[in-house]
Structures are given as C-alpha cells and as structure tokens.
C-alpha cells in the first residue's frame, strides 16, 4: 500500500516546493524505496505549453512528450527517472475530464460540483501514480489561501480520511523573514498560513522553514507551539546557491528520519552508493578546480527559470569535471541592436572573454539576429558553440548566409516569404490550427553518424532525445550545405529529418534539433554538454 507526501506552500510563492519536494525524494530513494512525485498545478491552462516563458518559466518535456512544468525536471533530475504526462496534472486537465464525463452521460443526470467530483478526480490522478510505489509526493503548486488551490487542498485533506492517518503526511513549506531593522525573524507569516491551511482542514505534521539564515531555536519553539507541530519537526531550509546541497541540509536534521516515522516505513537502507556519489558531486561542486566563463545567448534571460534545465545541464557537466561555472548571460535583442548601431566588431566585446556559446531555443522573431551574430563569431573565430532547437536553426540560417551567400535566408517561422526557406515548417505541422500540444513533442529516436564529434560524444549509433518544435531544416539545402562544410551528424530516418549539425573543420561547432538538456542528471551529465565543456576548456 503506497504512502502520500503531500507538499504545500505558504505566505509567498517561489519558495522551492519543487526542489524541497524532489530533495525529499532523493532522500527516501537512498533509504530503499520507490517514489513517485505528482505535481498539480491550478492554473486553468490545459498545459503551460502556450504560455510565454516570463509567465512561467521553462517549459519541461517529458518521453512521452508532455509539455509540463519545470518542478518535472527538478524531479527528473534528483530522482534520476523519466517522468511522463501523468506525474503533471493541471486544473484545466482536471475539469476538462470532468466535463467530458459530463457530456457522455457518466454521471447520471446528477449536478456536477467541485465536491464530490472535481475533488475525486483529482484523488484519481494521484492514486492512479501511485501503483507499484513506496512514496506518492504530491506537491501542490501556488500558495495556501489562493481560490484556484481551494479544491485540490479539499482533495487532499479527504484523502487522508480515506487512506488513512498513517499513510498520508502533510508537508508545509514556509518563509520565516527576517527583518534587519528589528534584526529578528518572524513567524507570524508562518503562522497565518498554517492557521489557513488548517481553516481548510490540513492540519500540517512538518514545517519547513524557507530562511536566509539558520533560525534561532527560540524561532523554532514558537513555531512548533503556535503551529501545533513537534519541535523536532520543524526543519530549517537555509538559502543556498548549490540546490544539490539541500538534501544534505535535510538530512542533516533528519527530515527523512522524521518522514519515515511517521509513515511507519522501514527503511531498507540500499542507496548507500548513491548517497555516496552524490556527496562526491556535491564536493566537486563546492571545490573546483577552476572556473570556466560560458556565454549563453537568449531572449528570455532577464528571467533565468526559461533556461533551467540548460543551466542544471551545464552544472552536471562542470561538476563532473571539478569545473565552476560562470555563465555570462547576453540578451540576444540587446546583441541585435549593439551590433546595428556600431557594426559587427563589438561583438568581440560581448565574447572574447568567454570559452564557449550556448543559444537555447525559443520561439519568434524577436532577438533572432541577435543569435545568429552570436553564432557567426563563435563560427568564425573557432569558439565552442552548442545550440540548441533553434539554436540549430539559427546555424543553418547564419551558415547559409555568410558561407552560401544565401543572403535572403530565413526560417519561415520569422518570414513566411523568404526566398531560400532553409528552415521550413514540418510537413506533419502543416495545416494545424490549435496550438496546445500539436508541435513535435517528446523523444524520437536519432541515427548518429560514426567519424562525427555527436558519435564521439555519445559512443552509440541510435540515440532517444525529446523534442519541442514545428520548423525543421529543409532537405532541399542539406547538398549545397554539405558541401561547404556542415555535416550532418544525426537524423530521424523514418521521415528523415536533420536532427544534428555540426562543422568539419572546427574545434566544436555542434547543433541539436532536440533538447538534450532534459535528459542531462547530477550523476550522469549529459554526452553533449560534457563534450561541449570539454572543448571550453581544450580536452575533449
């Protein structure tokens, strides 16, 4: 019989759930058991697939090609599993199936209301993961006292009346401020938000306490006491820059300890190597060598939630490699127009003190020009380049005008006319009118070809990445491109689609139509990134 974890937020959102709730996972998975995380979002979209990314950050993509949120890649990533479009579940999902259940007739003629059948759904949805598990976590998105939040909190609170007190935990996660003209924290935030919570019903087991320094324990007393938890259960979640040190900061005060005690598990005690290895990486993280200066090149980057996995992929890569990251982030509209008004000899401004570029995807026109810049000076001056999506499509647009001599090239997503269309739209895209979920979603497979830095990096012939994207390279340029220097490295030989490009004559020039930073983990970073990292520092 599964256990529940059920995570909840209060006073302020962007508080961690998502890490907490995937450090809580790594942490009952080193103790033997298998979890499974669940994260409900109440927003009405169906999927944050159409959202602009400063609505909501990185849009995370699963196997089976589920557009979801980016706690899904935290999970990913602590839990080292491929999640899919179950673990994601959002109000607009929950509603729509109701209402369709309505429509044929499934509930008899009765009224439909969110009490009993928006809230049995949605247990559904979370018994329906837990098959075959130790640990459900459930973390529930927004904060307490939010209306959209309102019938999954209900959801959860009956759902301990059904599953029973000893099977189901309720996790709170809080901010404790601490004001510098008074020079105290205070819990009286804490406190308002657990006394919502248990107006609604959930009386919480265990506080965690978001702070920016270690709280006192006269702090943690009054917590306990106004709270109606055990001192003992009162757990600190200090900031800090290494996410991956939070499951040592919770370990530390025994949070899984706590965790297993109350749920009555008995731990097997069979993730001893992994614990292991993650303090290694955590070490290495914490003690590099050396710091490297890579260059990421975007149109979101006032907003760094839009390249996370990016970010987390290139810190795998770095801590493998005893390496300190410092990523220098240029807004590719600022780039566009620093080199419109002063020519392109400022871009060695921008980039002569940086090893190596990244452009990450995106969608539009805006800041194009800006990236396709960037990638002509890392072509030109022998820079290690990775892109990324349209970070390949920019590649073959720059290519084919500055190597070509294709000046008019362009992708049909940033003009419909152009004359060399070396990007086009997606023959299984043509003609699609709904946006949400339509795109080519999730992981296909990819043949590699040998004698290529791609082969290279992931020593196999096939390879499985996830994608997200409607535009693909047109066939029609593969010859003329070929033969003044790209290769071709990978491809979809079913529709035989480009998939991989890179360049001959270059210390690493490497391009994917796919997202392999979905795929990248702690303990296993991802071949291209640490090929990619290899060649900033001269070793791959």
Known sequence: MAKYVIITGGVVSSLGKGIATASIGFL????????????????????????????????????????????????????????????????????????????????????????????????ERVRKVANEHDVVLVEIGGTVGDIESLPFLEAMRQLRLEEGRENVLYIHLTLVPFIKSANEFKTKPTQHSVNELRRIGIQPDIILC?????????????????????????IEGIDTENIYKIPLIFKEQKLDWLICQYLSLKTKETGLKIWQAWLDFVNKLENPEREIKIAIVGKYTSLRDAYKSVIEAVNHACGHLSLKPNIKWIEATDLE?????????????????????????????????GKIFAIEYARKNNLPFLGLCVGLQCAVIEFSRNVLGLKEANSQEFDLN??????????????IKKKGGTMRLGAYPCLLKEDTIAFRAYQAKRIYERHRHRYEVNNEYIELLEKKGMVVSGIYEKENLVEIIELKDHPFFVATQFHPEFKSRPLRPHPLFLAFVKACVSEF
């Open 418 to 431: 152009t004359k060399y269309p070396v990007i086009h739209l997606l023959e299984s895209q043509k003609g």
């Open 210 to 234: 978001r702070t920016e320094r270690p709280l006192p324990k006269e702090a943690k007393d009054k917590i306990a006491l106004f709270c109606n938890v055990s001192k003992e259960a009162v």
């Open 28 to 123: 009952l998975k080193t103790h033997g058991f298998s979890v499974n995380p669940l994260k409900f979002d109440p927003y009405i979209n169906v999927d944050p697939g159409t959202m602009n990314p400063y609505q909501h950050g990185e849009v995370f993509v699963t196997e089976d090609g589920a557009e979801t949120d980016l706690d899904l890649g935290h999970y990913e990533r602590f839990l080292d599993t491929n999640l899919s479009k179950e673990n994601n579940v959002t109000a607009g999902q929950v509603y729509l199936s109701v209402i369709e259940k309505e429509r044929e007739g499934i509930f008899l003629g009765g009224t439909i209301q969110v009490v009993p059948h928006i809230t049995n759904e949605i247990k």
């Open 337 to 369: 127009e620093e080199v419109k008004r002063k020519g392109k000899e400022i871009l060695k401004d921008y980039f002569s003190d940086v090893c190596g570029i990244i452009v990450p995807g995106g969608f539009g026109f805006r800041g194009i020009e």
